[in-house]
């Protein structure tokens, strides 16, 4: 967990905000008005974090728009289970300041929902010993302008702050999520503490609900490369057309949807739900459910995936879990191969 010892919580700061606030009325005998502090973006915070770079900073995790690396291609779309995008850890060194760190830490806050700190927190320190101990960033393009890009990542995460600079794509590019959880490497099939295994939980949910019919259009035996998240647009995509499924089947696909979207910011949650209704909805995706690799042998599918023209949500639930996306409100939008790294034993 990012170690807020030497930082005020949010309920220790809105006490001595109340406290001062009460203190000054009572000495002025004036009633306070309480405005609401705004603070700043995702986006607003990138661009101080940039303004306070050395040019040693800077030559180390500042790059052109288009950086091309010799190994990943497009530096910018790179995607994997397990990466440092920079060697230079945030925290655990003398690479950034005290202050450059916390600006890090609430470019993160920023991106994701609120309610589910706590539980990024202890993925990071499940998998990484904490926030920023086992991370990198970069940043591409100049802050302010009309492309610039923050990257984050690490074991099981990589997560974008883009301004809406990346055109067409949700999220600022690929990204993944995961965990695993207190089973270790080789979880069991109840995926004991993970904090994102409720997500399949309820996908397995839509599988009980369907006719004989639909489990066999749903159910197929091995699951692509968790790492092929390319759009497919109006190719074949395999496994059972949403507009197969009853209305209330689809109102539970609905309820996945948005726990598949909570845990991030609100308006990378809109933004990836416009981008879903201009591909023609839900409608135009597929289910899909793989029979390989079923922990414990329940028939409780931990490997599935939500597929469309232009969105990719693949979820890999053994051995433990990896989740990779790719959303786009245009099949068009084509990654690098070099982009996508297949996935690590880790």
Same mark, same amino acid.
């Given at each position: ?41 995702? !986006? ?18 500042? $790059? ?37 760190? !916390?600006?890090?830490?609430?470019? $993160?806050?920023?991106? &994701? ?88 939980? !309820? ?27 390319? $759009? ?92 990779? &996306? ?21």
């Amino acid at each position: 967990m990012f170690d807020a010892a030497h930082y005020p919580s949010r309920r220790e700061f809105l006490r001595t905000g109340v406290t001062a606030a009460m203190t000054a009325a009572t000495a002025s005998a004036l009633p306070v008005i309480a405005k609401p502090v705004e603070r700043p973006t995702s !986006e607003t915070l990138v661009g101080q974090l940039y303004q306070s770079f050395s040019d040693v900073q800077k030559r180390a995790v500042c $790059f052109a728009w288009d950086h091309q690396d010799r190994q990943r291609g497009l530096l910018r779309t790179h995607i994997s289970n397990n990466w440092r995008i920079t060697p230079q850890a945030i925290r655990g060194n003398a690479f950034y300041t005290r202050d450059q760190q !916390e600006m890090i830490r609430a470019i $993160f806050e920023g991106l &994701v929902n609120p309610d589910w700190l706590a539980r990024w927190d202890q993925q990071f320190r499940d998998d990484m010993g904490g926030f920023g101990l086992r991370q990198g960033i970069a940043l591409f393009g100049t802050p302010g302008t009309r492309q610039f890009e923050f990257v984050l990542s690490g074991r099981h995460g990589t997560i974008r702050c883009d301004g809406n600079s990346a055109e067409h794509v949700c999220f600022g590019g690929p990204i993944l999520y995961g965990h695993e959880g207190s089973g270790g490497y080789f979880e069991r099939a109840n995926h004991a503490d993970n904090v994102f295994w409720h997500q399949a939980v !309820e996908a397995n949910r839509i599988y009980q609900m369907l006719d004989g019919r639909q489990r066999r259009l749903a159910l197929l035996p091995e699951a692509p490369d968790e790492a092929e998240i390319a $759009f497919r647009g109006n190719g074949r995509i395999d496994g059972i057309p949403v507009t197969e499924l009853s209305a209330d089947q689809k109102g539970n696909l609905q309820r996945v949807l948005r726990l598949l979207l909570e845990p991030y910011r609100q308006s990378d949650r809109d933004e990836a739900v416009a981008a879903l209704k201009r591909q023609g909805g839900l409608d135009r995706c597929f289910l899909t459910f793989y029979r390989r690799d079923d922990l414990g042998d329940d028939g409780v599918w931990d490997n599935w995936r939500l597929e469309g023209p232009a969105f990719v949500w693949h979820y890999r639930g053994a051995p433990h879990v990896h989740v990779w &996306v790719n959303i786009a409100d245009d099949p068009r939008v084509t990654l690098n191969a070099r982009n996508l790294s297949g996935a690590l034993r880790q």
